[in-house]
């Protein structure tokens, strides 16, 4: 039995020797899509997590952030909290009568920290969640250094999401080495240059010069002008009819005399 999301890889290899060091383990495992409930989280969270937890030393709010993960609907980074505050403030080991108050206060740093996107409603001020691309949110931390974060788990960071080749994250890498300003997302390449080259345009004119002709129009291939048409010749003119009158002909035999003998 081969086990879903074996895609990666050598994952062949990998599961000949799962299966040889723990028996029947394709029928043990926890897989996502027969079993429902669950959720796509990228591969870097807990390196993300760390890193959030270092920024906010004291009331670390890593937890808090991969729970609020558990809790969207259909990967659309999504969360409507009406009714939810106590299973996540619970989820994350706040508990008692401070247990809400201390994860809204979490929230906010979230919030205040770019990482989360809120908006009121009938549950209060956090009643609606957005969670952004968290590879953009963290990368812009780190440009505008506005909290400190360690290099060494920035780079352990950046690491697991190229060896892993989360193309979000090397596409906004690349662009901002580019010179160009961090987008969200991953930046289409510029197109590819043309096959042939094209022919320069000619220098503007000097002032008092007659305007140049127009260039003529390209050929089959780029800047290559097209030959010229080809235009049928004329055909010659109608010579003088040898058509005569029988009259005519008449007049011609009796011309010739009477036949002569042939010689000898």
Known sequence: MVAFGSSHKGAENDIALRNGM?????????SHKPSGAFVTIPKTMPFIVRILDEITKGAPVGTVYSTLW???????AFIKMGGREKQIAYACRFTGTR?????????????????????SGDAGEISFIFLPNPHYCLYKL?????????????NAFMNRATNQGAKD????????????????????????????????????PMPGAPAAAPPPPPG??????????????????????????PDE????IDGLGPAKPPAG
């Open 22 to 30: 723990f028996s029947d383990a394709a029928n043990r495992l926890w």
């Open 70 to 76: 558990t809790f969207t609907w259909t990967n659309d």
């Open 99 to 119: 247990g809400i108050r201390t994860l809204n206060d979490r929230l906010v740093k979230l919030r205040e920290l770019g990482m989360i996107e809120t908006a």
């Open 142 to 154: 780190w440009l505008e250094k506005t909290v400190k974060i360690q290099t060494e788990s920035f």
């Open 169 to 204: 994250f090397i596409g906004m890498m690349q662009h901002v080495e580019a010179g160009g300003v961090l987008t969200p997302f991953p930046v289409a390449p510029p197109p590819p240059a043309p096959i042939f080259p094209t022919t320069p345009p000619p220098p503007p």
């Open 220 to 245: 089959f291939f780029v800047g290559v002008p097209a030959a010229p048409p080809v235009v049928p010749a004329a055909p010659p003119p109608p010579g003088p009819s040898t058509d005569i009158s």
């Open 249 to 252: 002909l008449q007049k011609l």
